[in-house]
């Protein structure tokens, strides 16, 4: 690299470009003031002062200008190394790495970002790590399950029968619907869901979904109730997005809610949202639980919840979905064994928005 292109001796070039200028102008400046001003018999003697004088000045100045020129590079320059190094070392992918904060105003903001930059990556690393580790760990589960019934069957011990072969079955179903759901979620934590927003009518969605659901609902002894205005309320979502999320949350209350339990979809709407509440009379969630409800693979009760075949990433794709829409989802429920609300709420169809993805 060209000495030329490095900031120290640029610095240092631009000091002494003032002082030369400075010089070269005093000497011009001195030179014509004393031809008008100085009686011609001191002419030399005062030209000879003014230069001795001159010759001192510059000199001194040439060195308070390298020594000042030294300081401020090496002040840019050393935050600048280390960015440099630092950013090599966040890319062999040690996240722990920070940079000390620098004197300077403008330096000291590029650190801050830089620094906040590296704690989001870590955070970013983290979570992937942890992502691994809990898809392993949910895949295990029903992997160990097929290979008992497998080993069993090939000692004799389980009889190849179909109800072992059922048993089977529902472990491979598992398997897949895990499977299904983390496809699912990379795309809609990619943004690569299509989202078709428009105005419908959410209570016919509503009261759609709750027909569709009834017989089911029925032969699970519970009960499925829609309170909801008698007129129609628009929402502007994609409706078939509405519904995949409406039935996620109907589809957990109706887990999470033993016999002879109620079920109720409610439509409410203002000036600028609709929402629809999905309450249930079933099991609750304890107030220490419902701020990590919507993370991946959440479950309040893993082992019951497993066993009815969650995956715990249901409320993640569906809060995702409803965020894509310009929505969101909360989670309410008074503790153990006092019901759940989730509500979904969305942009009013009376306002027309345009988002598409
Ligand atoms: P899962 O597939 O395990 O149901 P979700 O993401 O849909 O996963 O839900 C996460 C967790 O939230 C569930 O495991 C359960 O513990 C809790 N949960 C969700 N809905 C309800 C509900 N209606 N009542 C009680 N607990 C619920």
């Not at 040439?62 to 090496?74: K, Q």
């Not at 940079?99 to 403008?106: G, Q, R, V, W």
Request: include cysteine; charged fraction near 20%; hydrophobic fraction near 45%.
């Amino acid at each position: 690299m060209g000495w030329w292109r490095q900031l120290r001796w640029r610095i240092i070039a631009a000091q002494m470009l003032v002082v030369l200028v400075g010089v070269v102008t005093l000497i011009a400046t001195a030179d014509a003031l004393a031809a008008r001003t100085v009686d011609p018999e001191f002419l030399p003697v005062f030209e000879s002062a003014v230069i001795q004088a001159l010759v001192v000045a510059a000199l001194a100045a040439a060195l308070v200008g390298l020594g000042a020129s030294m300081v401020l590079a090496r002040e840019i320059l050393r935050p600048l190394r280390q960015l440099a190094a630092s950013s090599q070392r966040i890319a062999d992918g040690h996240y722990d790495e920070r940079i000390a904060m620098p004197l300077s105003d403008e330096l000291r903001d590029v650190a801050q970002s830089f620094n906040q930059m590296a704690e989001a990556l870590a955070q970013v690393e983290q979570q992937r790590i942890t992502l691994i580790g809990n898809v392993a760990h949910e895949l295990r589960t029903p992997l160990a399950g097929l290979e008992g019934y497998l080993e069993g069957m090939l000692d004799g011990v389980l009889p190849g029968d179909p109800e072992t072969i059922s048993a089977m079955q529902h472990e491979v179903r598992r398997l897949r619907r895990l499977v299904d759901d983390l496809q699912h979620l990379s795309r809609v934590e990619a943004g690569q869901v299509t989202i078709q927003p428009q105005v419908f009518d959410i209570v016919a969605l509503v009261e759609r979904i709750a027909a569709q659901l009834r017989p089911q609902l029925i032969e699970q002894c519970l009960n499925i109730i829609v309170e909801a205005p008698d007129e129609s309320v628009p929402a502007y979502a994609d409706p078939d997005r509405t519904a995949q999320v409406l039935v996620n949350l109907v589809g957990n209350a109706i887990r999470y809610t033993p016999e002879d339990g109620c079920i109720t979809l409610r439509v409410r709407s203002d000036a600028t949202h609709v929402q629809v509440a999905v309450e249930d009379t079933g099991i609750g969630i304890p107030a220490e639980a419902l701020p990590y409800l919507f993370e991946r693979f959440y479950r309040v009760d893993p082992s019951r919840s497993r066993a009815s075949g969650g995956s715990g990433i249901g409320l993640t794709i569906a809060r995702h979905l409803a965020r894509a829409m310009d929505g969101d989802i909360t989670a309410f429920s008074a503790g153990i064994g006092k019901g759940s609300v989730f509500t979904l709420t969305l942009p009013c169809g009376a306002r027309p928005t345009t988002s598409t993805r």
